[in-house]
Every structure is written in C-alpha cells, then in structure tokens.
C-alpha cells in the first residue's frame, strides 16, 4: 500500500525527534489526530433538486490552545489531506508560538460550479454540522483554497444564530465590517514575503531576482504583488488552468487584470509571454520558486528540474519529503511551509484577539506585528538550521516540536482522550 499524505507528513516528526530528547508519551500523542468528524452536507440546489457533499473538520491536537486552521472547498478533498493539513496546523502555530492546537476542514466540491446563493447553503450547511465541534475556545475555522471572507462572514453568522449572540470569535479571515482585521488579505502572502527580505542576504536573492509563483489565488497573487512592488521580476505564473512566462518579466498589473478579466491564457503571444503547461512551472530558469496552489507539487520525478535556488512554500505541502532530500543535497534552500506561509494564521491570531478584546488595530500595527514575529522566528530556525547543520525544514520542526512537548509534559502524565 503507497504511504498516505499523513505517513509522508509524519516522516517529518521522526525526523526532528531525533533532534530532541522527547518522553515517548509526546510522540504518541502527536502520531494520530485526536478527533476527526465527518457528515454528508445534503442542501437545496437553485434548481429545486438536492445534492450532498462529503465534508469533515479535524482537531489533530489542542494542547497548546484551541484548535484553529482553514476550512477548503475543492473537489479532490479527502480525509487524508484534511488530517494532514491538521497536522501542519499544529507544528504551524507551535513555530510562530501562537497559543493555538492544529485543526483544518474541508467540502469535497467544487464551489467555482455552484450559484452564489447555493454556495451561501452549503457554507451555512457547514456550520450547522460542525457547530458542536466549532467554538472560540475550542476550534476556530479560517479561509483556505476556494473559501474567501464571504464565506467565512456566512459561516459567522450562521453560528451566531445557532448559539443565540453575536460571537465574531468563532471565524477568521471574516469580512472587515463584521470583526475581520486589516492586513488579513495579504497576511499568507506578506509573511513569506517579510521572511524572504528579512533572509535576502542569507539567501543571496533580491530586487531583481527572477521569480516563478504556482498558484494566483489569494496567497500567490499577493506574493507576486508584493515582491513586484520593490523589484523581483515575475517571469511565470500559472493557475489550474494555464501558466504564461516571460524571461523579461509580466508586470503585475497585466497579471492581475488577465486574470481578472480573460484569464492568464489571454496574455500568450503579446510583449514575449509564453504559454507554459501549468505542472512545468517546477522546471522555469528562476531565482526564488512560489509554489501557492496544492500539495506534491515537487516530487521525486520532477525535482532535478527546479533551478531555483529559493523555494518560499506557501502552499501546505508542496514539496514530497522524498524531492526535499533531493534539493537539499543539490544545494536549494527550502523556507518550509509550517514557517513561510505561517502569515495567514499569525493575522488570524491577531483578529481572534481583537475580536476578544474588541478594540481594533491599524493595519500598520498588523504588518509590524506581523513582520516582527516572522523575523524572530525565521532568524532562530535559521540559526538552529545552521548550528546542527540541518534543512530549514527539520530545523522548523524541532523548533515547534520543542515547544509542544513542553506543553505535553506540563498537562501531566495521567490526561487520557475518550473521544
Ligand atoms: N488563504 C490562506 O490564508 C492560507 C493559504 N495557505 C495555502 O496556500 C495555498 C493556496 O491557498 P489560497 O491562495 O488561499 O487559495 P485560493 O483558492 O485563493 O487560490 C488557489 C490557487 O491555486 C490555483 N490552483 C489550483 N490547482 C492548481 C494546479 N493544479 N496548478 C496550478 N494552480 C492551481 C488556483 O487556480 P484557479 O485560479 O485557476 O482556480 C488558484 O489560483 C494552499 O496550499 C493553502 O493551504 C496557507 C496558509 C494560509
Ligand atoms: O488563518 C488560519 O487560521 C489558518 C490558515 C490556514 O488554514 C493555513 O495556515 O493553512
């Protein structure tokens, strides 16, 4: 039987085991999700019919806080994928030291196939379902591929009817008029991007650098945004659909408005932009490589083509612990997920206490804040990374399992989980 996507991920947690003098009890807890929920989301479609959906929510581990990571909509969604995402949610938080466990859901749908009203059902749907499991102090859901703030603001709503008052607590990533935070847009995005300037000397990359982002959603339209603001050339993009490149460089406006009106595609043939399959974009002549889309993007097949000599991952799981080994030893330096796309969840962080506290930050405070927290913590794994002459990656992850085991340990050594 081929190793699921939760076997691959664990390999990670062996391997910066090795790292740390752990009691075996801190291992046992972290090698299983602690509660995984399923049901079928059965809702009324515009046509009168009805349809159901497969959807789950997952609390892999609340040790160090309630459980907090995104809820997808994709038509691929499998329990395997919600779990280990659940599982990179809850070393994500433990690296940023957010007082936070890791959970993550998801719909298997397809949401671009769906009406606006009977996305709004299936959102509320959703909420209904989980709502025993969902709470402030127990598990707090957030965007990820295919939910946006609209979503997020259907599904507060939804929960506020459901528990009788007003609790913006519950959701981040929710709409600025209903408790949402400034900077939670870009925040993904804007992470990895603090982290990368903060590491350009390191690095060897900056203004001027070529870059290649897989991915124009949320995350990687921002990064593109971002880097093209102070200098770093974009010369590939692509989305599930198409990819375009350009050794000279797409200015970002003409990307965004592409994307925005006749798609990506429409850009092939003007100012030297190629058409590029999507999948290729792994192989692109670039400095810094965005992978900003799904998982195993780079895997052992593929990954003697990446000529980047910087990945930002801020996609979860983009790379297979199998390429990881291969571009470590060819010398590509991995700035991991659990650390470069660990922006959206600090941003949520921030909007959770501010709903808590009621008292709202500018979002000059979110960037500083933000920035300051991704340089702390970027700096100490390097510095660990470099110190035991280890990746980026294992280095992040003993960083985070530190922190967790310190928390197991201080819960006491007779919890027990009847759930
Ligand atoms: N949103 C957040 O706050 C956070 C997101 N992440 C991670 O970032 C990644 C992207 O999420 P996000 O930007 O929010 O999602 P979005 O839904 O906003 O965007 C997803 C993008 O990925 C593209 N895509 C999907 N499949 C493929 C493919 N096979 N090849 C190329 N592109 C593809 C989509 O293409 P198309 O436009 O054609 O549909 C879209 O442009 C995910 O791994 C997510 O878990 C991590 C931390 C926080
Ligand atoms: O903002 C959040 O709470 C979680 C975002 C998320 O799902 C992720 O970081 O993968």
Redesign the pocket.
């Known amino acids: 039987m081929s190793a699921t996507l939760l076997d691959q991920a664990l390999t990670r947690l062996d391997d910066a085991a090795q790292h740390l003098k752990l009691d075996p009890d801190v291992l046992e807890k972290l090698k299983y999700p602690r509660e995984t929920t399923k049901t079928r989301l059965l809702i009324r479609m515009d046509d009168g019919s009805r349809k159901s959906f497969m959807a789950w929510r997952c609390r892999y581990d609340d040790t160090r806080g309630p459980t907090k990571g995104?809820i997808?909509f994709?038509p691929d969604a499998t329990v395997d994928e919600v779990e280990t995402?659940a599982f990179w949610m809850t070393f994500?938080c433990a690296v940023m030291n957010l007082p936070y466990g890791g959970g993550k859901g998801a719909v298997q749908v397809d949401p671009?196939k769906l009406s606006k009203a009977e996305l709004e059902r299936l959102s509320r749907a959703y909420m209904q379902a989980f709502s025993g499991i969902i709470g402030p102090d127990r598990d707090i859901p957030?965007?990820?591929?295919?939910?946006?703030a609209m979503i997020m603001g259907w599904m507060a709503d939804e929960y506020a009817s459901i528990v009788g008052r007003v609790s913006p607590a519950v959701i981040t990533?929710k709409p600025i008029a209903l408790g949402g935070s400034l900077g939670?847009d870009d925040?993904?995005?804007r992470g990895g991007f603090y982290l990368l300037r903060h590491l350009e000397n390191e690095l060897g990359v900056g203004p001027g650098s070529r870059v290649a982002i897989?991915?124009?959603?949320?995350?990687?339209?921002?990064m593109a945004r971002l880097l093209a603001e102070i200098g770093y050339r974009i010369v590939a993009v692509?989305?599930?659909?198409?990819?375009v490149h350009s050794a000279a460089g797409i200015p970002f406006d003409r990307l965004i408005e592409a994307?925005r009106d006749a798609?990506?595609a429409s850009l092939v043939g003007s100012d030297g932009v190629g058409a590029l399959v999507?999948?290729d974009?792994v192989g692109v002549d670039c400095d810094v490589l965005v992978?900003?889309?799904?998982?195993n993007?780079i895997h052992a097949d593929n990954a003697a083509s990446v000529k980047a000599k910087v990945i930002v991952e801020?996609?979860?799981?983009?790379i297979t612990p199998a390429a990881d080994d291969l571009l470590s030893a060819r010398g590509v330096t991995v700035l991991p997920?659990i650390l470069a796309?660990?922006?959206?969840?600090t941003v949520?962080y921030f909007e959770w206490v501010q709903n808590r506290q009621g008292y709202y930050w500018t979002v000059a405070e979110i960037h500083e804040r933000l920035k300051a927290s991704m340089e702390a913590e970027g700096r100490a794994i390097l510095e660990r990374a470099s110190e035991r002459k280890i990746t980026m990656r294992s280095a992040a992850y003993v960083h985070a399992l530190g922190r967790l085991a310190e928390a197991i340990e201080a819960h006491g050594t007779q919890q027990f989980f009847t759930s």
Do not use: M
């Open positions: 995104g997808r994709h995402l994500k671009r957030a965007p990820d591929v295919y939910t946006n990533g939670r925040a993904t995005a897989q991915g124009f959603g949320n995350a990687g339209s921002h692509s989305d599930s659909r198409h990819g994307k798609g990506l999507p999948g974009i992978p900003a889309a799904l998982e993007l801020l996609a979860n799981g983009p997920d796309n660990a922006g959206g969840v949520s």
